[in-house]
Structure formats: C-alpha cells, structure tokens
C-alpha cells in the first residue's frame, strides 16, 4: 500500500457537492467535505503557484472556488509567451497570438489591481518578441511592477534578427526604449534587461541602493556614465554580467561587495579595470579584431579568472596576476597574444586552460593541486610540470608540416607530461603522432612512465597498426590505449611492458576492442 495520501471520489455524494476519503499517512480513512489543496495555508499556495509559468497558474482557477484568485495573488509574475503558446505557430497567427498574449498580460494585472491591490510583488518577469504595438504595455507592466515595489524585475524584449547585427556589426539600435523610472527604483534587488534601449536613460536619476544582481544582455547605452552611475550607487551589488553591450568605451567595475563581474563582447570598449577588492571571478571575452586592454591588477580574492584577447597581458602582468591571488583555482586564458613565456606559480589552482596564444612559447607549472591542463594551439614546450599526481591533460595539436623537428618537439612536450594519471592529445592526422623508425634511436630515450592515453585523429586513420606502433614506441609503459575516429573507438589493453634499448621488442599480452557509434 503506498504510504501518501490518496483520494477517492464518492460516487454516491450529491452532485453539487462530493465528499472526499482519502488514505492518511498511517492507512486510516479520513474523509471531509472538502479537498485537501482546499485546507492548505495561503502561504504555500502562493509558493505553489508561484513556480509555474503563468499559464499554467491560471489555470489553477479551476481547482476550486477558493483557488479561483490565488494565482493573481502570488507573489511572482512569471509571464512568457513561448509557454503562452506551447508550440512553434504559423506565420499568419503569430501576431494574432501575440495580441493575445498581451490581453492575457493586462488580464492577470488587472485581476491583480483589483482584489489584491494591497500585495506587493517579489518578481516580475516578461519576455516576448518585441513588435511596435508592445511599447506601450510594456510601459504599463513595467510601472506596475514598480508601483508593486517589485525586488526582482526581469524584461525580454527579444529581437531574434538583431541577435547577428548586434554581435558583428556594432553598435546597433534596439527599437525598445526602457523608462528612466526602473534605474530610481529603490525596492530592486535584481534587474535583468536584454534587447533594451537606454541611451535617454539620465546618469543623475539613477538610484539603486538595494540592486544585488544586474544583468545586461543587447542592451544600448549612450555612454559610460549610466553603468558608472549604477555601480556608484548600489552598493550592496554582487554580480554584474554585460553580454553585447553597446556604448562603452572605458569601463571601471567597482564595489566592496562586488563577487562575480562578466564582461562579453561589448564595444566600442577599449579599456577595463577592475577594482573590486572582494572579487572572486572574473569572466572576460573581448570582440575579434579587437585590442582590449584588462587590468585586474587590483584583485586580491579571484578564485575564478577567464580571459579572451586580453592583448595587454604580458608575461610579468600574467605572473603578478597569480601571485597577488593565493585563492586561484581556475584560470582559463584564451586569444592573448601578449603572452610569450608563461610562468604559473598558484597553490590552489586546480584547472588551467591555455586556448590558441599564438606567440606563446614556453610554460612552466607549479601548481600542487593541479589536476586539470588544457592546452590548444601549436607545439610548445614545457620546461616543467609541478602538479597532483591525479593530473589529466588535453593537448590540442595543431601545427606547420610535419619534419624531424616537429616530432623532437612533440617528444619534449610529452616528456614533461608522462608523470600524468591521464593524456589525451587530440591531433589533425595520424602520422603527426607516428615517428619515423630512422629517428627513433635519436630520440630515445622512450617515455615509460605514462599509463594511460587517449588519441582523437580528426581526419581518419591510414593505418591503425602503425599508429598504434608509433604511440606504442613513444609510450612503451602503456597500459590502455584508447584511439579515436570516425566515430569508433579502438581500446588497446596492454599487459606488460615493450623493452629493449633500441625501442623493439615484444609485448606480453595485447587486448583490442572497437566500439562504433
């Protein structure tokens, strides 16, 4: 028998009104004129109702008489014209169904305006693909939701076919001009915005004194002075994400209590400093073609730092950034080019990512808890490796023509990485990982403290026997073997070890087994 509650109808009650029994946690029959969502407390209605999107609150009417309003009263408005619609509609209906969404917007306001007039809101939160008739409703959802003294306000204003405009052809004009009124909201503790226009916006009426989270995605500014102005004035803000924003040019993050800042493909910005003693990550990615200068020298607490096409990040600056933060545990840097001979001292870091640098040469790691290494770009050395024995590394090869100095290098920079629990190197073809036997006994001696490695051939695989022969030679104490392409996966088990001085011998025991997807 289960043990919840269980409701049996009566089909002998009147038909106005059913009696309820229903099974109690112990097995006992209880019954009662009533349901029992009816008896539940208004509190947990409203937190009910709440969590579903607004169609599906409205529809929560239907339970019972005492239901009928409770949907209207909750404390968030979740309204989303996708779930409105439920499935991908003709062309023809589309702006018909949009004026329904609207209508069905104005209705639960209105509901709410009448017999809840006296609630406040925690959250309201619109999105529908803007056309020219929205203005106008959205200025009066917006005033609603401030007049509600809403804490978390949410508004997307979609415009599917400005989404490429606004990333590659910069700056662009959204056609939806927010009101001033939400930056002198005082009860808004998270404010997110996309496909706004705030270039009216007055920098000397914004006040957010309870602002926590802001959230910026497509968003126009005409210039640096509103963020300036926001950042200024909320000083309890913690994260701040700017995603295709337009109209920066020089940006000062700042704030005590500041802990996350993103900062994504904004232009024209040139320049970003940060000065946020309590920052803890730090997300930058700058547009292509672009020289943005990012200066984090301020930071003390980072334990998070992502940075793409930082063109002023040297050697030094990259050496000081990771010393000044002992709590660094994650370090992605991607596209920075200033970068030439990377020395990475960090007790803490556990992952670190090094994506397509192209004038780095050399890189040296002490970082004892260092677990995870990805690296991508062309061949490079590593003069050391200080890392956790429990190391996985992801090397992504990528190079000139293949010549003895390219396998001599490739045999330097796997040396460094032998001491990992597991290698994965992920290569163009198979013959960039394949010596040649006239430069083998050059160079030896051969790499036998690696167990386990995986190999990812991008463009087919000539010859799986030699292959595995040229990785077999370089690795000789390989105990799995994992070679991927086209869509199979070849695992080779190895039992024992390949000896002799000169690189040929026999192996003890050898186990394939292919799996194709």
Known sequence: METHSQFVVNAYSPPRRRSYSWLDDGGKVCSGGDDRL??????????????????????????????????????????????????????????????????????????????????????????????????????????????????????????????AIAEFFQPFRVPYELPGAVFSARSIQTLELVFCDLSRVSAAAVSLPLLKNLEMVNVHLGDDSVLEAILSTSPLLEKISLSLVCGLKRMRISGENLKMAVVLKCSPLSQVTVSAPNLESFLFRGKRHSLDKIDVSSCRNLRFLWLQRASNLTDDALEKVVAQNGNLEVMILSHCSAVRNAFIKSPKLWMLVLFKCKHLANVKIQAPSLTALEYSGHMISFPSVAASPNLDAVIHIEGPEISSRWYAKLKDMCAKLESCRKLWIKCEHDIDLIIPHDLRKRLLPQLHGLKELKIHVRSGILNLAVLEDGIRWIFPGLRNLYVESDGCTHHFCYAGDLHAANGYGRRTKRKCITHCS
């Not at 709440?50 to 019972?64: M, Q, V």
């Open 38 to 163: 009816s008896a539940l407390p208004d509190s947990l209605c409203h937190q009910i109702v709440s969590l579903l999107p607004a169609t599906d609150a409205r529809r929560t009417a239907f339970l019972s008489r005492r239901w009928r309003y409770i949907w209207c009263a909750c404390p968030s408005f979740n309204f989303d014209e996708r779930e409105f619609h439920g499935r991908p509609l003709p062309l023809l209906h589309r702006y018909r169904s949009r004026l329904n969404f609207i209508r069905f917007v104005d209705a639960a306001i209105q509901c709410r305006r009448r017999f809840f007039d006296d609630l406040t809101l925690d959250k309201f939160r619109v999105s529908m693909r803007f056309f020219e008739e929205l203005g106008p409703h959205l200025d009066q959802w917006i005033a609603f939701a401030l007049d509600k003294n809403v804490k978390e306000l949410s508004i997307i204003a979609e415009m599917k076919d400005l989404i």
